[in-house]
């Protein structure tokens, strides 16, 4: 590479420059296009507008665990804190539901509405790279949104604690719930969501679709038990996709959640292979609308 | 190794839209025209190249590499301007061409500082820090010439650079394209309906019509002398060619000029003759070259005086 110089040694034009570096090629597209993605659902590098839906949700799971750690250290007494680790990522479904109804659609809307997409398809990277990348930076973004609380709830257990350091020995055993139980939240419900969001390039279509599938079904399915009777009842549940994945968390655990029994009467493998479905279903759509979208 | 090579490459989409039709080419490095009328193909060949699209039948290589096979591999090394929009509005150029350079696989590091390099070099400066949303189209094209280029690419395909610029603007992105392809030595595909503008820039032509390759040369073969002169005067061109025709030349009017055939020297002597002789006011004799609309021209011929 040469630099044009005046006989004085002054640069005067640099003129182009060729580039002989490294080519990291498709691994490392990927690896930007995850992380660029990862950031985008926290809306870092974006406007302060960007912003707001996501630490606002991320802030609203945290409050109500961060609010009984205090309460739990500032008054020894303490009786049983209304919330666990078992019941917290299930009660904050609304939360979660409306994380993704916003921010799928931020990662994947964009690329089709201004034909970006035609530009990353061009570029060193597969169709499914694209696609799997997005539903890996979306289930990421949504396993931080779950992990922190349950990380709160943690905290707070130990420091309240008279004995810390039995106290941490007390919670070992939890530590596979407080990062499996968001893992199994996070996976399914950025597939189903990257799914929905991705058949639209309009953000507010994908928006209300995603609300729809979440929250609509899960309020249809609890009428619709508290009307019917007898064994088909036990069914009617897993049309609330929140209702599969707290199945599949028990199943993690070994164990009922006692707060959602009369929800989830079937056998718990049931609960963890729709589980399983609905991850494996959210990814297959999702590649298969980019394999077929023409950019 | 061709840079470009197509066997009976096809393309249909449905049942009985043909989009190519068992295109055959070789292409070597240079600033190469690929014309053709709307619909032609341009675009279709273009996706293909890139992997964009698929082909429904025959093969591309592209740098010696199966375009259906190694996408990613041989997209490291092309830059490519689509024709339409596409640019993000809420991001600022300095950023998106970053993003792009490093989804061709550049370093963070590498993709900052080519990022400032070809933004300087398609002339963005102060507003590259600035969303591209609140760009003017002729800034938006420059973006996408930088997004093309932020990875020094080997080849560098351009869908209708010119697309919606104004004509102050075409000429700044014709300039560009023109020293892209000589100064930085990028070789260069420029797919355009424009022939005007294909020929400025281009070095080597590809015609394509109707997904068939209608001709592949260098550009001067497509403007060379046709051996014809053409003769305009004010007024009276009938009587000038009658006068002509029986004179022994093959002579035509056309408008206000009248075309003569012209094999050799001779005919010169003769239309001053008879200019002269009819007291014509001449405006102009020059030899007619072929121009790159002729190869799209298959009706009119100009009515031959007898």
Redesign the interface.
């Known amino acids: 590479m040469t630099t044009r110089e005046s006989a004085s040694g002054a640069i005067y034009d640099?003129?182009?420059?060729?580039?002989d570096?490294?080519?990291?090629?498709?691994s490392?597209?990927i690896t930007?296009?995850f992380w660029?993605s990862l950031r985008a659902s926290f809306g870092l590098?974006?406007?302060g507008r960007?912003k707001i839906i996501p630490w606002g949700l991320t802030a609203f799971m945290l409050i109500p665990a961060a609010v009984a750690a205090a309460i739990a250290a500032l008054v020894p007494v303490g009786g049983a804190s209304p919330f666990s680790y078992d019941n917290y990522l299930f009660g904050s479904a609304p939360l979660l539901s409306l994380f993704v109804a916003a921010q799928a659609p931020e990662l994947v809307s964009?690329?089709q509405r201004?034909?970006?997409l035609?530009?990353?398809?061009?570029?060193?990277?597969?169709r499914s790279d694209y696609a799997l990348a997005k539903v890996g930076a979306l289930a990421a973004a949504l396993f931080i949104v779950c992990v922190l609380p349950m990380l709160v709830l943690f905290l707070g257990a130990v420091l309240a604690a008279a004995d810390v350091a039995a106290a941490v020995g007390d919670q070992l055993g939890n530590i596979p719930q407080i990062l499996g139980a968001p893992l199994i939240y996070a996976v399914p419900l950025a597939a189903l969501g990257l799914a929905i969001a991705a058949w639209t390039p309009r953000r507010a279509y994908a928006t209300g679709a995603i609300i729809a599938v979440f929250i609509v079904t899960a309020a249809v399915a609890g009428i619709v038990e508290q009307a019917s009777q007898g064994t088909l009842g036990q069914w009617i549940p897993l049309a609330n996709p929140f209702v599969a994945l707290d199945g599949a968390r028990d199943l993690l655990v070994g164990a009922r959640n006692v707060d959602a029994v009369g929800t989830r009467s079937l056998p718990l493998w049931i609960y963890g292979a729709e589980t399983l479905a609905i991850a494996l279903a959210g990814t297959g759509a999702t590649l298969w609308r980019y394999w077929r979208l023409?950019? | 190794m061709p840079l470009i090579e197509t066997r009976a490459l096809t393309k249909r989409y449905g049942e009985h839209v043909v989009a190519l039709n068992e295109l055959n080419l070789e292409v070597e490095p240079g600033i190469i025209g690929l014309v053709g009328a709307n619909g032609a193909g341009k675009s279709t060949l273009l996706k293909i190249l890139?992997?964009?699209?698929d082909p429904t039948s025959g093969s591309a290589e592209v740098m010696g590499k199966d375009v259906t096979r190694s996408?990613?591999?041989i997209?490291?090394f092309?830059g490519?301007l689509?024709e339409?929009?596409?640019?993000?509005?809420?991001v600022s150029a300095t950023?998106f061409v970053t993003?792009?350079g490093?989804?061709?696989?550049?370093?963070r590091s590498?993709a900052r500082e080519?990022t400032a390099?070809v933004l300087r070099?398609v002339g963005l400066y102060e507003e590259r820090y600035r969303p591209i949303g609140g760009y003017s189209t002729g800034m938006k094209q420059r973006v996408k010439l930088a997004?093309a280029l932020v990875?020094?690419p080997k080849l560098l395909l351009l869908d209708e650079p010119t697309n919606g610029l104004d004509p102050a603007g075409r000429d700044e992105m014709l300039d560009l394209v023109k020293?892209t392809g000589t100064?930085?030595?990028i070789a260069t595909v420029v797919a355009s309906h424009l022939l005007g503008e294909i020929e400025r820039v281009c070095t080597f032509l590809l015609a394509i019509d109707a997904g068939k390759l209608l001709r592949a040369a260098p550009l001067a073969s497509f403007t060379m002398h046709t051996g014809t002169l053409g003769v305009e005067v004010e007024d009276r061109a009938d009587e000038l060619a009658a006068r002509l025709t029986a004179d022994g030349l093959t002579a035509a009017v056309q408008g206000r000029v009248v075309l003569v055939d012209c094999p050799d020297e001779k005919p010169y002597d003769v239309v001053r003759d008879a200019v002269d002789d009819l007291g014509l006011a001449l405006v102009r004799v020059e030899q007619r070259r072929h121009r790159l609309e002729d190869l799209f021209r298959t009706d009119e011929q100009p009515a031959v005086v007898a």
């Open positions: 640099l003129g182009y420059q060729g580039y570096g490294p080519r990291l090629g498709r490392a597209a930007t296009l660029d590098g974006r406007s960007a964009k690329d201004h034909r970006v035609a530009l990353y398809f061009s570029h060193a990277l597969l023409d950019p | 890139l992997g964009l699209l996408g990613p591999e997209r490291q092309v490519y689509p339409h929009d596409a640019l993000p509005p809420d950023e993003h792009m490093r989804m061709s696989g550049l370093p590498a080519r390099e070099h997004q990875h020094d020293r100064e930085f030595g």
